[in-house]
């Protein structure tokens, strides 16, 4: 596949995804670094995580979550760490 300057097409579809949520907007600086995505994982504190949902918004519905496995923690794909299933953060964005 031929690649332009601005790098190959899942970069472009995730730059381009990530200018639509201004969650990820936001994070887009802890995101990048030397001219590519790199999934390098944002800290609770940076992303303002709290144990609690927001405005009906939780991490078990946002497009990020990862559900436990067995009788383990949940996690995601962004925010370091333990993720509970009924917190939130700024960088929720809700499932599709
Ligand atoms: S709300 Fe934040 S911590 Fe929770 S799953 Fe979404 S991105 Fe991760």
């Not at 990820?24 to 609690?52: C, D, T, W």
Request: net charge positive.
């Amino acid at each position: 596949m031929q690649r332009n300057k601005h790098g190959d097409p899942a970069r472009r579809g995730f730059l381009k995804f990530a200018a639509t949520v201004p969650g990820i907007a936001a994070a887009l600086p802890f995101l990048l670094r030397a001219g590519e995505a790199v999934a390098q994982k944002m800290s609770k504190k940076a992303a303002k995580y709290q144990p609690n949902p927001k405005d009906g918004q939780r991490c078990d519905n946002c497009q990020f979550w990862i559900p436990p496995e067995g009788d383990g923690p949940g996690g995601c794909k962004v925010v370091e760490g333990e993720i509970a299933p009924e917190a939130w953060c700024v960088l929720y964005a809700p499932k599709g």
